[in-house]
């Protein structure tokens, strides 16, 4: 009889043999009995070593987070602070762990970042760092989950691209062969292009790069983009697919992570719809609260905090001004200064950007050029508009917020398996 995971073991009858694999977190040898705290992603089990067992000598040679492979039986009653345990049979060494470790798993003493990312590897086998990675995979599966059931179909859009989707200096520059060409900021440009294709609803999880300048708690050079396109739809609608996809995502996050809510800064499925504020309400509270915002500037981050204080966790700022949007965003028809955008917030923090977008050629050529951008290196892009575009609208949110956001990280790296910021390429 085998089992593959520690936590298997759990409702196993008294008695019945079992084969546990794992890493030697904890070894401790006595005169006539040893222990071996085995840990797998699932939890430990405590592995006891009797003398009369024929690998007790090995206890000696295991050294920590050695990978072994433990036969044993279950005992009558449990006699281990973690909870599980077999009365060991045999013991393999699988491979041996160099000592000293590059960093301690179980002592208390704190790490810095640095020397954690170093060897991230080893970090990752912290439980409490291991379930935030627990965390991101659910949300997303539950984020994907909503949008295939609402008709979405999942793309893949090329990372290496031409043109830039809005200008700015937040490029990567590549060297192409002979060329000079850039990491995609976003997917935004394809999406589109899709949606042209006649694919009504597209979406796409994947990197997205950004040379941003400075080191902050918010920013990586490469996170993942969870970007959603839909024709016939308007700036409502996709702020419905948000809500409603990221409630999905928390909602499976509770109900297959273990202890989710004992790690999680928000307690609850957020109730959908989320509050909504537009961009002038906004000034009118800066107004009040003495803190000046100028009409056609975007709101910093001491603005949104005293706008975040209002609401318990995700709202919607919407209607910004046409000054602070892409060349693509959709204007409003009473307002033309003003968009058919919106920012999804949690406190001061942005999680989302989304918009209707423009649908005529003529006036997204305008505005392209508008921004001061060449719209010949866009051709690719407006000829999508010439031949029946639908009215389309969308959403690009950065997972690695959206996970720091829920569980309350204080630094968005901890929400990347191996984080890209201004001066870690590595490994
Ligand atoms: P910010 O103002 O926070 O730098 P942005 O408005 O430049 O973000 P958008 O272009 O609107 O970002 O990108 C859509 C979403 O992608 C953002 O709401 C955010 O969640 C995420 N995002 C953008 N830049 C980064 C980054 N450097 N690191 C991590 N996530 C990011
Ligand atoms: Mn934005």
Not at 161 to 172: D, K, M, N, Q, R
Not at 185 to 200: D, I, N, R
Request: hydrophobic share 40%; glycine share 6%; proline share 5%.
């Amino acid at each position: 009889m085998k089992e593959i995971f520690v936590s298997d073991i759990d409702g196993m009858a008294a008695g019945k043999d079992v084969v546990v694999k794992g890493w030697a977190q904890e070894i401790r040898v006595m005169k006539n009995i040893g222990f071996i705290i085995i840990r797998d992603s699932t939890g430990l089990v405590q592995a006891t070593v009797k003398r009369d067992c024929p690998d007790f000598q090995l206890l000696e040679k295991i050294s920590r987070e050695s990978v072994v492979s433990v036969s044993g039986t279950i005992p009558e009653s449990i006699k281990s602070n973690v909870g599980r345990e077999i009365i060991t049979s045999q013991i393999t060494v699988l491979n041996l762990s160099e000592t000293p470790l590059l960093i301690g798993i179980t002592d208390n003493v704190e790490t810095d970042m640095d020397t954690r990312f170093n060897s991230r590897f080893i970090d990752l086998r912290k439980p409490e760092i291991a379930r935030i990675f627990r965390a991101k995979s659910a949300i997303l599966w539950g984020m994907r989950n909503y949008l295939m059931s609402n008709k979405f179909m999942e793309v893949q859009t090329p990372k290496t691209v031409s043109a830039a989707t809005e200008g700015g200096a937040e490029l990567f520059h590549v060297k192409y062969f002979e060329k000079d060409i850039f990491l995609n900021q976003s997917p935004q440009l394809y999406k589109e292009m899709l949606v042209a294709s006649g694919v009504e609803r597209v979406f796409e999880v994947g990197p997205a790069f950004r040379a941003e300048e400075h080191n902050t708690p918010r920013h990586l050079n490469e996170f993942t983009s969870i970007d959603i396109e839909m024709a016939f739809a308007d700036h409502n609608d996709a702020m419905l697919m948000l809500e409603n996809a990221i409630a999905n995502g928390i909602r499976n996050f509770m109900d297959t992570v273990k202890d989710a809510k004992s790690f999680s800064l928000v307690k609850s499925i957020p109730e959908t719809p989320f509050p909504r504020i537009t961009y002038s309400e906004c000034l009118q509270i800066l107004k009040k609260n003495d803190y000046p915002a100028i009409n056609g500037d975007d709101l910093n981050n001491e603005a949104l905090k005293i706008i975040g204080k209002r609401f318990e966790g995700f709202y919607f700022i919407t209607e910004w001004p046409k000054s602070v949007r892409p060349f693509y965003t959709a204007t409003l028809d009473e307002k033309p200064e003003y968009t058919k955008s919106y920012d999804l917030q949690f406190r001061e923090i942005e999680i989302t950007s989304g918009a209707q977008r423009v649908h005529n050629p003529v006036e997204l050529k305008k505005r392209i050029e508008e921004k001061g951008l060449n719209s010949e290196n866009f051709e690719f892009y407006l000829k999508t508009f010439r031949y029946g575009m639908p009215p389309h609208a969308g959403w690009g949110l950065g997972l690695e917020r959206l996970v720091q956001v829920v569980l309350g990280l204080p630094n968005i790296r901890e929400a990347s398996l191996f984080p890209r910021d201004r001066t870690r390429v590595f490994p």
